[in-house]
Structure formats: C-alpha cells, structure tokens
C-alpha cells in the first residue's frame, strides 16, 4: 500500500496526503501547496507525510 500513495504522491500529492491521514491539516496544507504553484513542494511534503505516518 505504501508504493501506491506514493506514487500518488508524485503523481497528485493531495492523493497522496488523503489516502494516508485523511481530511486532516497535513491534506489542507499539502492541496494549498500544490494549488498555489509549489507542485514540488507538495511533492516533498506527501512523500514526507506518508513516510512519517508509515513507521
């Protein structure tokens, strides 16, 4: 499951942020990131995101 958010990760980050922790902060942060131009940050903090919640 793993390699499957983050490949939405990289693909649609939200996605990513969702499929991992749901409507929560780290979602609404991530989707702003993403909309507002920052595609590669969005990129890094899902990737974060789904690395730290997956310990």
Known sequence: M???RILAAI???PLGVFLTVGL???FWINLLLTIFGFY???IVHAIWVIA???D
């Open 24 to 26: 929560g902060g780290a």
């Open 40 to 42: 590669i940050g969005g």
């Open 52 to 54: 730290k919640h997956d």
């Open 2 to 4: 793993t390699i499957l």
């Open 11 to 13: 693909f649609l980050p």
